[in-house]
Protein backbone atom coordinates (compact mmCIF):
# COMPACT_ATOMS: atom_id res chain seq x y z
CA UNK A 1 0.00 0.00 0.00
CA UNK A 2 1.18 3.72 -0.87
CA UNK A 3 1.92 6.09 2.11
CA UNK A 4 -0.85 8.36 0.76
CA UNK A 5 -3.38 5.49 0.99
CA UNK A 6 -2.59 4.64 4.56
CA UNK A 7 -2.29 8.14 5.55
CA UNK A 8 -5.72 8.70 4.25
CA UNK A 9 -7.56 5.68 6.37
CA UNK A 10 -5.63 6.93 9.73
CA UNK A 11 -7.72 10.16 9.43
CA UNK A 12 -10.71 8.43 8.07
CA UNK A 13 -10.29 6.23 11.15
CA UNK A 14 -8.29 7.74 13.33
CA UNK A 15 -5.32 6.76 14.75
CA UNK A 16 -3.88 3.81 16.24
CA UNK A 17 -5.20 1.80 13.36
CA UNK A 18 -4.14 -1.82 11.95
CA UNK A 19 -4.85 -1.66 8.12
CA UNK A 20 -4.62 -5.11 6.31
CA UNK A 21 -4.27 -5.49 2.54
CA UNK A 22 -6.36 -7.82 1.13
CA UNK A 23 -4.80 -8.50 -2.23
CA UNK A 24 -1.18 -9.15 -0.30
CA UNK A 25 -3.34 -11.79 1.44
CA UNK A 26 -4.50 -13.20 -1.78
CA UNK A 27 -1.07 -13.31 -3.30
CA UNK A 28 0.66 -15.03 -0.55
CA UNK A 29 -2.38 -17.73 -0.51
CA UNK A 30 -1.42 -18.05 -4.18
CA UNK A 31 2.38 -18.34 -3.83
CA UNK A 32 2.03 -20.86 -1.92
CA UNK A 33 -0.92 -23.56 -3.40
CA UNK A 34 1.24 -22.21 -6.88
CA UNK A 35 4.63 -23.57 -5.54
CA UNK A 36 2.79 -26.99 -4.82
CA UNK A 37 0.58 -26.99 -7.32
CA UNK A 38 1.63 -30.65 -8.64
CA UNK A 39 0.05 -31.84 -5.65
CA UNK A 40 -3.14 -33.58 -6.61
CA UNK A 41 -4.63 -32.72 -2.76
CA UNK A 42 -3.23 -29.72 -1.51
CA UNK A 43 -4.42 -28.21 1.71
CA UNK A 44 -3.56 -25.24 3.84
CA UNK A 45 -5.23 -24.53 6.75
CA UNK A 46 -4.58 -20.59 8.11
CA UNK A 47 -3.31 -20.49 11.14
CA UNK A 48 -5.80 -18.17 12.83
CA UNK A 49 -4.01 -17.15 15.75
CA UNK A 50 -2.24 -14.97 13.93
CA UNK A 51 -5.17 -12.77 13.07
CA UNK A 52 -8.03 -13.89 13.54
CA UNK A 53 -10.69 -11.02 12.37
CA UNK A 54 -13.83 -12.70 11.26
CA UNK A 55 -13.52 -10.84 8.55
CA UNK A 56 -10.03 -12.06 7.91
CA UNK A 57 -11.32 -15.86 8.39
CA UNK A 58 -14.18 -14.86 5.85
CA UNK A 59 -11.79 -13.74 2.98
CA UNK A 60 -9.34 -16.82 3.23
CA UNK A 61 -12.41 -19.15 3.33
CA UNK A 62 -13.59 -17.38 0.10
CA UNK A 63 -9.82 -17.96 -1.27
CA UNK A 64 -10.60 -21.93 -0.56
CA UNK A 65 -8.04 -21.90 2.75
CA UNK A 66 -8.86 -24.19 5.77
CA UNK A 67 -7.94 -23.62 9.48
CA UNK A 68 -5.77 -24.57 11.97
CA UNK A 69 -6.95 -23.75 15.77
CA UNK A 70 -5.53 -23.69 19.11
CA UNK A 71 -8.66 -23.44 21.19
CA UNK A 72 -11.93 -24.21 21.43
CA UNK A 73 -13.17 -20.25 20.91
CA UNK A 74 -10.91 -20.21 17.37
CA UNK A 75 -12.98 -23.35 16.39
CA UNK A 76 -16.11 -21.42 17.24
CA UNK A 77 -15.14 -18.16 15.83
CA UNK A 78 -13.79 -19.90 12.17
CA UNK A 79 -17.38 -21.70 12.13
CA UNK A 80 -19.21 -18.22 12.84
CA UNK A 81 -16.56 -17.19 9.61
CA UNK A 82 -18.53 -19.93 7.67
CA UNK A 83 -15.94 -22.51 7.53
CA UNK A 84 -17.35 -25.73 7.57
CA UNK A 85 -16.19 -28.08 10.19
CA UNK A 86 -14.32 -30.38 8.07
CA UNK A 87 -12.30 -27.36 7.20
CA UNK A 88 -11.03 -27.07 10.26
CA UNK A 89 -8.38 -28.65 12.48
CA UNK A 90 -7.65 -27.94 16.08
CA UNK A 91 -3.67 -28.71 16.96
CA UNK A 92 -3.99 -27.63 20.85
CA UNK A 93 -1.41 -27.88 23.76
CA UNK A 94 -2.08 -28.75 27.25
CA UNK A 95 -5.79 -27.93 27.13
CA UNK A 96 -7.99 -29.92 29.07
CA UNK A 97 -9.47 -33.36 28.03
CA UNK A 98 -13.00 -31.84 27.83
CA UNK A 99 -11.95 -29.73 25.11
CA UNK A 100 -10.73 -31.69 23.38
CA UNK A 101 -14.12 -33.94 23.32
CA UNK A 102 -15.96 -31.18 22.37
CA UNK A 103 -13.90 -29.92 19.28
CA UNK A 104 -14.38 -33.57 18.58
CA UNK A 105 -17.87 -33.61 18.45
CA UNK A 106 -18.14 -30.37 16.53
CA UNK A 107 -16.35 -32.84 13.91
CA UNK A 108 -13.43 -30.98 13.97
CA UNK A 109 -10.21 -32.86 12.80
CA UNK A 110 -8.02 -33.32 15.96
CA UNK A 111 -4.48 -33.10 16.37
CA UNK A 112 -2.94 -34.93 19.74
CA UNK A 113 0.01 -34.37 21.16
CA UNK A 114 0.28 -35.87 24.24
CA UNK A 115 0.64 -39.64 25.08
CA UNK A 116 -1.46 -39.85 27.82
CA UNK A 117 -4.49 -37.90 25.78
CA UNK A 118 -4.06 -40.05 23.22
CA UNK A 119 -4.51 -43.46 25.38
CA UNK A 120 -7.50 -41.89 27.36
CA UNK A 121 -9.48 -39.99 23.62
CA UNK A 122 -8.83 -43.56 21.59
CA UNK A 123 -10.24 -45.92 24.78
CA UNK A 124 -13.63 -43.66 24.23
CA UNK A 125 -13.58 -42.63 20.77
CA UNK A 126 -12.06 -45.29 18.68
CA UNK A 127 -13.79 -44.61 15.83
CA UNK A 128 -12.97 -40.84 15.67
CA UNK A 129 -10.13 -40.55 13.16
CA UNK A 130 -7.08 -38.45 14.96
CA UNK A 131 -3.92 -36.51 13.60
CA UNK A 132 -0.89 -36.73 15.98
CA UNK A 133 1.39 -34.38 15.90
CA UNK A 134 5.32 -35.51 16.40
CA UNK A 135 8.21 -33.44 17.67
CA UNK A 136 10.71 -34.49 15.23
CA UNK A 137 13.64 -33.04 17.58
CA UNK A 138 14.87 -30.40 14.44
CA UNK A 139 15.65 -26.90 15.77
CA UNK A 140 14.37 -24.80 12.87
CA UNK A 141 14.22 -21.27 14.37
CA UNK A 142 15.49 -18.12 14.75
CA UNK A 143 14.21 -16.81 18.16
CA UNK A 144 14.43 -19.75 21.54
CA UNK A 145 10.31 -19.05 22.42
CA UNK A 146 9.17 -19.92 19.07
CA UNK A 147 11.70 -22.55 18.32
CA UNK A 148 9.25 -25.95 18.95
CA UNK A 149 10.35 -28.44 17.78
CA UNK A 150 13.88 -29.27 19.67
CA UNK A 151 14.32 -31.66 22.46
CA UNK A 152 13.29 -29.38 25.66
CA UNK A 153 9.79 -28.44 23.58
CA UNK A 154 6.58 -29.30 24.90
CA UNK A 155 5.03 -29.63 21.73
CA UNK A 156 4.83 -33.39 19.87
CA UNK A 157 5.02 -36.50 21.13
CA UNK A 158 8.82 -37.35 20.45
CA UNK A 159 9.66 -39.92 17.91
CA UNK A 160 11.49 -42.07 19.84
CA UNK A 161 7.79 -43.10 21.51
CA UNK A 162 6.62 -43.85 18.19
CA UNK A 163 6.22 -47.78 19.21
CA UNK A 164 4.52 -46.50 22.31
CA UNK A 165 2.29 -44.74 19.83
CA UNK A 166 1.43 -47.77 18.10
CA UNK A 167 0.94 -49.76 21.42
CA UNK A 168 -1.60 -47.78 21.90
CA UNK A 169 -3.57 -47.54 18.07
CA UNK A 170 -3.50 -51.66 18.78
CA UNK A 171 -4.52 -51.84 21.88
CA UNK A 172 -7.18 -49.76 21.53
CA UNK A 173 -8.01 -49.98 17.59
CA UNK A 174 -8.13 -45.85 17.17
CA UNK A 175 -7.86 -44.93 13.67
CA UNK A 176 -4.51 -42.52 13.10
CA UNK A 177 -5.44 -40.32 9.45
CA UNK A 178 -2.45 -38.10 9.98
CA UNK A 179 0.70 -37.39 10.94
CA UNK A 180 1.86 -32.91 11.76
CA UNK A 181 4.68 -31.38 12.69
CA UNK A 182 5.68 -27.93 13.29
CA UNK A 183 9.07 -27.55 13.93
CA UNK A 184 8.30 -23.71 14.89
CA UNK A 185 8.37 -20.39 13.52
CA UNK A 186 11.03 -18.99 11.17
CA UNK A 187 12.42 -21.73 8.82
CA UNK A 188 15.71 -20.12 7.84
CA UNK A 189 16.81 -23.35 6.21
CA UNK A 190 15.21 -25.39 3.44
CA UNK A 191 17.47 -27.91 4.37
CA UNK A 192 16.40 -28.11 7.50
CA UNK A 193 12.76 -28.60 6.91
CA UNK A 194 13.16 -31.21 4.28
CA UNK A 195 15.86 -32.96 6.97
CA UNK A 196 12.18 -32.80 9.56
CA UNK A 197 10.11 -33.92 6.49
CA UNK A 198 12.33 -37.14 5.81
CA UNK A 199 11.56 -37.82 9.62
CA UNK A 200 7.83 -37.50 9.27
CA UNK A 201 8.08 -39.72 6.11
CA UNK A 202 9.78 -42.27 8.15
CA UNK A 203 7.10 -42.11 10.97
CA UNK A 204 4.42 -42.24 8.49
CA UNK A 205 5.25 -45.14 6.92
CA UNK A 206 4.56 -47.00 10.58
CA UNK A 207 0.38 -45.93 9.98
CA UNK A 208 -1.41 -48.02 7.70
CA UNK A 209 -4.38 -45.71 6.93
CA UNK A 210 -2.97 -42.39 6.93
CA UNK A 211 -5.34 -39.47 4.49
CA UNK A 212 -3.22 -36.50 5.54
CA UNK A 213 0.61 -35.37 6.03
CA UNK A 214 0.75 -31.88 7.63
CA UNK A 215 3.83 -29.97 7.57
CA UNK A 216 2.99 -27.57 9.58
CA UNK A 217 4.26 -23.75 9.09
CA UNK A 218 7.32 -21.55 10.23
CA UNK A 219 7.84 -20.19 7.20
CA UNK A 220 10.00 -16.76 7.14
CA UNK A 221 8.78 -13.75 6.29
CA UNK A 222 11.09 -10.65 5.14
CA UNK A 223 11.02 -7.62 7.24
CA UNK A 224 13.05 -5.00 5.26
CA UNK A 225 14.76 -5.12 1.78
CA UNK A 226 17.42 -7.96 2.03
CA UNK A 227 16.04 -9.72 4.42
CA UNK A 228 16.31 -13.28 4.22
CA UNK A 229 12.83 -15.14 3.43
CA UNK A 230 11.85 -18.83 3.07
CA UNK A 231 12.18 -19.40 -0.83
CA UNK A 232 8.59 -21.17 -0.93
CA UNK A 233 8.99 -21.51 -4.80
CA UNK A 234 12.50 -23.95 -4.58
CA UNK A 235 10.75 -25.42 -1.22
CA UNK A 236 7.79 -26.22 -3.00
CA UNK A 237 9.72 -28.15 -6.02
CA UNK A 238 11.75 -30.04 -3.86
CA UNK A 239 9.25 -30.81 -1.35
CA UNK A 240 6.61 -31.70 -3.90
CA UNK A 241 8.78 -34.44 -5.66
CA UNK A 242 9.73 -36.04 -2.57
CA UNK A 243 5.96 -35.83 -1.40
CA UNK A 244 5.04 -37.67 -4.46
CA UNK A 245 7.43 -40.05 -4.54
CA UNK A 246 6.47 -40.76 -0.93
CA UNK A 247 3.01 -41.40 -1.94
CA UNK A 248 4.17 -44.19 -4.74
CA UNK A 249 6.16 -45.96 -1.87
CA UNK A 250 2.93 -45.77 0.53
CA UNK A 251 0.47 -46.70 -1.72
CA UNK A 252 -2.38 -44.27 -1.62
CA UNK A 253 -2.89 -41.14 -2.43
CA UNK A 254 -2.64 -38.63 0.07
CA UNK A 255 -3.52 -34.49 0.94
CA UNK A 256 -0.44 -32.30 1.78
CA UNK A 257 -1.02 -30.16 4.24
CA UNK A 258 0.40 -26.89 5.84
CA UNK A 259 -0.42 -24.49 8.60
CA UNK A 260 0.58 -20.97 8.04
CA UNK A 261 0.07 -18.00 9.71
CA UNK A 262 2.63 -15.66 9.39
CA UNK A 263 3.35 -16.21 5.94
CA UNK A 264 -0.12 -15.32 5.11
CA UNK A 265 -0.52 -12.27 6.75
CA UNK A 266 2.20 -10.77 8.11
CA UNK A 267 3.32 -8.61 5.39
CA UNK A 268 -0.54 -7.42 4.67
CA UNK A 269 -1.06 -5.70 7.87
CA UNK A 270 0.02 -2.17 8.62
CA UNK A 271 -0.16 -0.51 12.24
CA UNK A 272 -0.57 3.61 12.09
CA UNK A 273 -0.11 5.55 15.15
CA UNK A 274 0.29 9.27 15.96
CA UNK A 275 3.34 10.97 17.07
CA UNK A 276 2.54 12.61 20.94
CA UNK A 277 5.76 14.19 21.74
CA UNK A 278 9.22 14.46 20.40
CA UNK A 279 11.81 13.95 23.29
CA UNK A 280 15.36 15.06 22.76
CA UNK A 281 17.69 14.06 25.83
CA UNK A 282 21.33 14.57 25.96
CA UNK A 283 21.90 11.67 23.76
CA UNK A 284 18.89 10.32 21.76
CA UNK A 285 16.07 11.93 20.14
CA UNK A 286 12.74 10.06 21.43
CA UNK A 287 9.43 9.57 19.50
CA UNK A 288 6.69 8.77 21.30
CA UNK A 289 3.74 7.38 19.54
CA UNK A 290 -0.33 7.42 20.97
CA UNK A 291 0.07 3.73 21.64
CA UNK A 292 2.35 1.17 23.20
CA UNK A 293 3.09 -2.69 23.82
CA UNK A 294 -0.27 -3.06 24.63
CA UNK A 295 -1.44 -2.75 21.01
CA UNK A 296 1.92 -3.88 19.40
CA UNK A 297 3.75 -6.70 21.70
CA UNK A 298 6.51 -8.27 19.53
CA UNK A 299 9.32 -5.87 19.66
CA UNK A 300 9.07 -5.99 23.30
CA UNK A 301 8.26 -9.64 23.44
CA UNK A 302 10.17 -11.25 20.53
CA UNK A 303 13.29 -8.16 19.79
CA UNK A 304 11.37 -8.50 16.45
CA UNK A 305 12.42 -5.26 14.31
CA UNK A 306 9.56 -3.63 13.05
CA UNK A 307 10.30 -1.08 9.73
CA UNK A 308 8.67 2.17 10.82
CA UNK A 309 7.91 4.48 8.35
CA UNK A 310 6.80 8.40 8.82
CA UNK A 311 4.32 8.38 6.01
CA UNK A 312 3.30 12.33 7.11
CA UNK A 313 6.76 12.97 5.33
CA UNK A 314 8.21 9.72 3.45
CA UNK A 315 10.54 12.06 1.67
CA UNK A 316 12.14 14.07 4.79
CA UNK A 317 15.69 14.06 5.45
CA UNK A 318 16.74 11.00 7.70
CA UNK A 319 17.32 11.48 11.04
CA UNK A 320 18.03 8.84 14.29
CA UNK A 321 14.75 8.30 16.54
CA UNK A 322 14.09 5.88 19.08
CA UNK A 323 10.36 5.43 18.78
CA UNK A 324 8.86 4.22 22.19
CA UNK A 325 4.98 3.79 23.36
CA UNK A 326 3.03 5.22 26.39
CA UNK A 327 3.12 2.45 28.63
CA UNK A 328 4.50 3.13 32.32
CA UNK A 329 7.29 1.04 31.91
CA UNK A 330 10.37 0.46 29.35
CA UNK A 331 8.16 0.32 25.63
CA UNK A 332 10.78 0.40 22.79
CA UNK A 333 9.39 -0.08 19.54
CA UNK A 334 12.84 0.55 17.90
CA UNK A 335 16.22 1.95 19.23
CA UNK A 336 18.16 4.38 17.02
CA UNK A 337 16.27 4.13 13.73
CA UNK A 338 16.59 6.09 10.37
CA UNK A 339 13.75 7.57 9.92
CA UNK A 340 12.57 10.43 7.37
CA UNK A 341 12.17 13.50 10.21
CA UNK A 342 9.50 13.23 12.54
CA UNK A 343 7.24 16.23 14.05
CA UNK A 344 5.17 15.91 16.41
CA UNK A 345 1.53 14.91 15.29
CA UNK A 346 2.91 12.82 12.64
CA UNK A 347 1.69 9.16 11.63
CA UNK A 348 3.82 6.18 12.04
CA UNK A 349 3.81 3.31 10.24
CA UNK A 350 4.93 -0.01 11.74
CA UNK A 351 5.21 -2.53 8.71
CA UNK A 352 4.43 -6.77 9.22
CA UNK A 353 1.54 -5.96 11.71
CA UNK A 354 -0.32 -8.56 10.05
CA UNK A 355 0.72 -11.52 12.63
CA UNK A 356 0.83 -11.71 15.92
CA UNK A 357 -0.34 -7.95 16.87
CA UNK A 358 -3.63 -7.29 16.90
CA UNK A 359 -4.00 -10.84 18.23
CA UNK A 360 -1.93 -9.92 21.25
CA UNK A 361 -2.92 -6.54 22.10
CA UNK A 362 -4.43 -5.94 25.61
CA UNK A 363 -6.21 -3.26 27.23
CA UNK A 364 -2.93 -2.47 29.72
CA UNK A 365 -2.93 0.91 30.81
CA UNK A 366 -6.68 0.99 30.61
CA UNK A 367 -6.20 1.74 26.72
CA UNK A 368 -9.14 1.21 24.17
CA UNK A 369 -8.03 -1.48 21.40
CA UNK A 370 -7.99 0.05 18.30
CA UNK A 371 -10.01 -0.24 15.02
CA UNK A 372 -8.90 -2.52 12.35
CA UNK A 373 -9.66 -1.91 8.75
CA UNK A 374 -9.81 -4.02 5.70
CA UNK A 375 -8.10 -2.47 2.73
CA UNK A 376 -9.87 -4.04 -0.80
CA UNK A 377 -10.99 -3.06 -3.88
CA UNK A 378 -8.99 0.14 -3.47
CA UNK A 379 -11.60 0.64 -0.30
CA UNK A 380 -10.94 0.75 3.17
CA UNK A 381 -13.72 -1.43 5.24
CA UNK A 382 -13.93 -1.10 8.58
CA UNK A 383 -13.81 -4.43 10.26
CA UNK A 384 -13.34 -3.59 13.96
CA UNK A 385 -14.29 -0.93 16.08
CA UNK A 386 -12.55 0.83 17.84
CA UNK A 387 -13.25 0.32 21.67
CA UNK A 388 -14.93 2.00 24.02
CA UNK A 389 -14.83 3.35 27.62
CA UNK A 390 -18.00 0.74 27.69
CA UNK A 391 -15.26 -2.32 26.57
CA UNK A 392 -13.50 -1.19 29.52
CA UNK A 393 -16.57 -1.57 32.09
CA UNK A 394 -17.84 -5.04 30.32
CA UNK A 395 -17.84 -8.09 32.77
CA UNK A 396 -16.82 -5.69 35.92
CA UNK A 397 -18.84 -5.59 38.86
CA UNK A 398 -18.78 -2.88 41.14
CA UNK A 399 -19.89 -4.18 44.32
CA UNK A 400 -21.41 -2.40 47.31
CA UNK A 401 -18.33 -1.19 49.51
C1 LIG B 1 1.46 -20.92 15.51
C2 LIG B 1 1.32 -22.15 14.77
C3 LIG B 1 1.42 -22.12 13.36
C4 LIG B 1 1.72 -20.89 12.57
O1 LIG B 1 3.05 -20.49 12.64
P1 LIG B 1 3.56 -19.27 11.73
O2 LIG B 1 4.99 -19.12 12.09
O3 LIG B 1 2.75 -18.07 12.06
O4 LIG B 1 3.36 -19.65 10.31
C5 LIG B 1 1.22 -23.32 12.71
N1 LIG B 1 0.96 -24.46 13.37
C6 LIG B 1 0.85 -24.50 14.71
C7 LIG B 1 0.53 -25.79 15.37
C8 LIG B 1 1.04 -23.36 15.45
O5 LIG B 1 0.95 -23.42 16.78
Known amino acids: MQPAELLSLSKEFGNPLYVYDADKIEVQYNRLTNAFAKVEKLRINYAMKA ?6 LKLLRNLGSGLDTVSIQEVQLGLHAGFTPDKIIFTPNGVSFEEIEEVAKLGVQINIDNLSVLEHFG ?10 RINPHVMAGGNENISVGHIDSKFGISIYQIPHVLRIVENTKMNINGIHMHTGSDILDIEVF ?28 PYKKGDIETNIEELGKKLTKRFLAFEKEYGR ?22 VNVIKQTTSTVFAGIDSGFNHLIRPMFYGSQHNIENISNPKGKERFYTVVGYICETDTFANNRRIPEIHEGDTLCFRNAGAYCFSMASNYNSRFKPAEVLWKDGKGHLIRERETFENLLQNQIMIEL
Do not use: R, W
Request: overall charge negative; hydrophobic content about 45%; some cysteine.
Open 123 to 132: AKYPKTPVCI
Open 194 to 221: LYASEILFDTAKQFKDLEFLDFGSGFKV
Open 51 to 56: LSNISI
Open 253 to 274: ELTLAFEPGKFLVSEAGYFLAK
